[in-house]
């Protein structure tokens, strides 16, 4: 029996009740959570990420597919764990100091999220120090930094100039967006990436995890 | 009609906003820096060359009525005396324009609304409002004339209810918490306007509900029919600010304006196609159809091929609103106002609320029931009449994804309890950790 169509259509479908029910029912029926996970959660996700792409879907879609999942994966969690499964990897974000606005870092967050990735979100006015003490606690693999004033861009550069300072840069990436933010800008404080959009968010942390794993 | 309310205010140095003329409000913002001790005499002087371009281009064209708008940032906020420094740097501006050149004008300060910090935020006490309650007072002191704000009471619960889609959840927060908020806070502000004597209580905006909103859909994250239904629904949490005591002009950002010039007679601030420099928006030239004053919204000062940002956004604010008042004077303002209005009315769901017909509609909705709740619904379910009015006529065209998302609404605005109680009792059971009930006096 095909275990992963129910999961993977419910997860589709944005309906975190039959997305549970799906889990459930190919749990008892001895599938391996893994297996769940790359062959329905995963393959959702990234359906739901093109058909957002291709203005199919508008954001409420992709987070209500985003919930299915989660509610999904809070049945797989433990199993995973027990047999030492990790997630693709681990994500600190924030709104940087002095920057109250919060939606576009929550979109980013909720796209991390059903991209498989474990995400902490300190919300908005985030000092540096708090990004810092967040990696160490966390053992971030990314610090993703929000910013919607091209007054508080600066901040930016702050965080990223602290993390340099306490010698966490080589082993975290850094990823900023935001309305003013720009690729020169991103490239000027030396982050790592510069998302314009949403959607290219999940692609761009694989990749860095990638290029971790790689070397 | 533009330039004409039924409430015209005379404030500042003896400017008449509503009385026939639409003057140009220039609102502008610093370029990309750090607000803070060790460039503070940056930022003045950044404010002190703003302040003279602008006035300077101003005289130059002849315009016959300014109003400036300082919105401070979060950091001119929560030091209150950096706020109240530049509002009294701006008004001795203003006030020299005025006696030199005879230039009618007034100064809008509107401090940030800081109350969001915490989760859930803490809207009526704690250290945010007590520093946002010293900011408000010491920019009055300073000369401050018009009084607004952005606020933000009950966004925490909206914004994740736009995410989602959660119909029921947008309604509650428009509709019950919003308004709550925003009467409390506008019987705040009135005091200390009163208090003062110099400072007119303005007005509010929906700008963290119904501008997210129309940003999203705009970058097609969210439906346009949906944006527009928000509109529609946020014109009753920005009333309730008039309700308890302002007097107008509306805040600039406040598309939903219109509908509170049709219902209260006071005057309101538009922005529209020249306030491109600060985002997008579908309803440009509609947005000018009932305004008394006439924004760009914000704009960095940043050196341009004609000067500086906004002493260029001043000349076109000033010729828009030049050709407004040639149009009044000489009896023609009716055929213009419908020129502005239908040369966007149908291109977007968003324009097609705000039409004075639309306005009306959606303003006559509001009236006719009792309570923030039920006003909020009868605005949605007015909005959503005249985009099904649209689509029947063929005026409006929609892609089926929002055809869909129109029914989906409709639906679940028939589907909502009458009464408040019972739909307050379900949010709390499902949401009750993510606002503070106290907060919004539940």
Known sequence: ?215 | MFGHSKKPLRCGFDLTIGAGHVFPEVNFTLPAINVEKATWSEVVAQYEEMATKILERAIALQVPGLVLEFELLPAMTSTPEWGAELTRLLESHLRRAHEKHGLRCALRVTPTDMRAQGMPPLLRSGAAWETMTRSFELCMEAGAHLISIESIGGKELHDPGLMYGDIRAIVFALGVLAPRDTAWLWDQISAMCAQNGGSFPAGDSACGFANTAMQLAHQHMLPEVLAAVVRAMSAVRSLAAFEHGAVGPSKDCAYEGPIIKAITGYPICMEGKSASCAHFSPLGNIAAAMCDLWSNESVQNVRLLSGSAPEAFTETLAYDCRLMNVASDKGDALRLRDWLTESDEWLSPQAAVLSPEATMSIAGAIVSEKGYYNRTIAAGLAAVAILRAGIQRKQLTLRVKEVQWLDRIEKELDSLAPAETKVTEEMMSQHGTEFDASSYGL
Not at chain 1, 88 to 117: E, W, Y
Not at chain 1, 124 to 151: C, G, H, M, Q, W
């Open chain 1, 1 to 215: 029996m095909d275990h992963s169509k129910p999961l993977y259509e419910a997860i589709l479908n944005g309906d975190d009740k039959a997305s549970v029910a799906a889990t459930r029912a190919a749990l008892a029926a001895n599938a391996h959570p893994m297996e769940l996970v790359t062959t329905a959660m995963i393959p959702a996700m990234d359906e739901v990420g093109k058909l957002f792409e291709a203005q199919e879907y508008f954001v409420p879609e992709l987070l209500l597919a985003g919930r299915a999942m989660r509610a999904a994966m809070d049945l797989l969690r433990p199993l995973l764990a027990a047999s030492g499964a990790q997630p693709i990897g681990r994500v600190v974000i924030g709104t940087v100091a002095g920057d109250l606005h919060d939606i576009g870092k929550n979109l980013v967050a909720s796209m991390l999220q059903g991209g498989g990735f474990e995400v902490t979100d300190l919300g908005t006015d985030v000092k540096p120090e708090r990004f810092i003490e967040a990696v160490e606690t966390f053992n971030a693999d990314i610090v993703a930094l929000s910013a919607l004033l091209t007054v508080t861009m600066p901040a930016m550069k702050l965080t990223v100039d602290a993390m340099r300072a306490a010698g966490m840069r080589d082993r975290v990436k850094v990823m900023i967006g935001g309305a003013p933010v720009t690729r020169q800008y991103s490239d000027a404080i030396g982050a790592d990436g510069y998302c314009e959009s949403a959607s290219g968010v999940v692609a761009m942390a694989r990749n860095f995890i990638e290029e971790r794993h790689s070397h």
